[in-house]
């Protein structure tokens, strides 16, 4: 199939901007590469100490028979569901390693928080930059320099880009990444969401709202929702990084078990009917990996968090992307998706009907994705267009996916629920913000309404608690950016402002905050850039001033007379306000974190 001229198009502008900075990278990772393997490099006393907690048949095999060796980067806790499963992962992956003469070594863990914990609470202050906490913490876990070649083990929102990131560092390593997988289907995520409604109305209480919350979250394995964690594991898909089809398969089944020996299989090379090296990270993530993985996104209706995500990710293998390559590739990519929030399935239903997998083969064939790809396995893209089963002994095989098992969650790219991506980028005189449009009801694209501003979502459900939100209105929540709090998820926002347009009022949000992968019905311009804190033209907006967010044209603009708008002086934050965003629960410890900070369009960046 011939490449889409827009994706051939979008892929040449972004290499060639990213020229110098990528052919920088490429030398590094070639230097690095280039060295003799560790254990032969290393100082005896360096070599002694790397192995003196191993077995001594295992010391045998690394420094006397030279086998390769893997080092393991585990993001587990049983603190996450999605996390918990990986537990035994490294005694899996262990015994496999030794089955092929290998051996492995958790090379380090590192650190993962849950957002469906802190949700809502001061601790989100800290969540966007555990990502870069985790790439730290996955260099620290590498930086022992012994490794022929890594394997990560992480899956939920900021752990998986904070893995990736660190990888990339260390891009001359082959490097598989494993997932845990979604628990099963409990209560549906539209039964949860009314619940939640309902609670913030006051009819139901507590004890309610508490049960269709565990109903619904009720086992070890990722959220069922198609948020930023399930966006992650469809991305890693779409750029060759796991072992084909590995991404929803529920944990605790046999299968699973045998996808992370495989994993282990794949990274030493040994992987398939007619194994071949597994190529460095470095070299499989280059510029049309990366469009492979916005394709994906775009055509599935994920997570808003990756047009901060993978900027970040790019950038850490020296290519240079923004939010006008994702614009421009949404007006071109189908969405061949409806998984909640953008539709009633969930992703265990997704998987059903063919998963992530059916998608991939899709895009290839309508000439939407990059075929000529290097990834973790010898088959290259096209293995990841199959599925994954075990046979009576767990022995692998993959067969060809079929037509989509449910169109009501999947359909061909010939037919699809829209013929374009199922996100935005907006620009006008607030500046430049993306939308999740692929949920939001046709006759709410375009809202035009009278604005209430608030400094934080404590704020915004005090008014509605009060009614004072009741009438169209499109909510403004400032100070919320990278470097003025670390730029939480604004979850709680969510069902008061789907009450209040399920009311039939005009109802929208605009922010320099997240509102990630679970964003809903409700319009909502967020990521906002120029933040508040840097003087961006949020800081200005006053009550009453009359906002239009249109998605179909694409802009955001606040209806003043220009003269007025310039001439007026943007808002500064309260001292009181930088105080508490800046203490408490260990946040003073990320102050250089919010300093540094880039802003969203560039990543959220703390590094460069």
Known sequence: MTLHPTIETVTRRIRERSAPSRAAYLDLIAAYGRRERGMDRLGCANIAHSVAGMPSNDKLRIVVERAPHIGIVTAYNDMLSAHAPLQHYPDLIKDEAHRLGATAQVAGGVPAMCDGVTQGTPAMDLSLFSRDVIAMATAVSLSHDVFDGALMLGVCDKIVPGLLIGALHFGHLPTVFVPAGPMTSGLSNNAKAKVREQ???GLVGRAELLEAEMSAYHAPGTCTFYGTANSNQMLLEAMGLHVPGTAFVNPGRPLRQELTREAARTVLGRAGQQPAPCPPIGHVVDERAIVNAMVALLATGGSTNHLIHWVAVARSAGIVIDWADFSELSEVVPLLARVYPNGSADVNQFQAAGGPGYVIRELLDAGLMHEDVLTVRPGGIREYTRLPEGDENHRLHWTPIG????????RPASDPFSATGGLKVLTGNLGRSVIKVSAVPE??????????????????????????????????????GPRANGMPELHKLTPPL????????????????????????????????????????????RDG?????????????????????????????SRDQAIDSAHGLGRELFAGFRRNAMGAEEGACTWV
């Open 498 to 541: 789907a009450v209040l347009q399920g009311k039939g009022y005009r109802v929208a949000l605009v922010t320099d905050g997240r509102m990630s992968g679970a964003s809903g019905k409700v319009p909502a311009a967020i990521h906002l850039v120029p933040e508040a804190l840097d003087g961006g033209p949020i800081a200005k907006v």
């Open 545 to 573: 001033d009359l906002i239009r967010l249109d998605s179909v044209a694409g802009t955001l603009q606040v209806l003043i007379d220009p003269v007025e708008w310039e001439a007026r002086q943007p808002a500064q934050i």
């Open 443 to 480: 006759d709410r694209h375009v809202i035009e309404a009278p604005a209430r501003v608030f400094d934080s979502q404590a704020a915004l459900l005090e008014a509605f608690h009060s009614g004072s939100l009741d009438g169209d209105v499109v909510c403004v929540v400032r100070w919320q």
């Open 403 to 410: 037509a989509s098992a449910d169109d009501s969650v999947l």
């Open 199 to 201: 609670a913030a109305q």
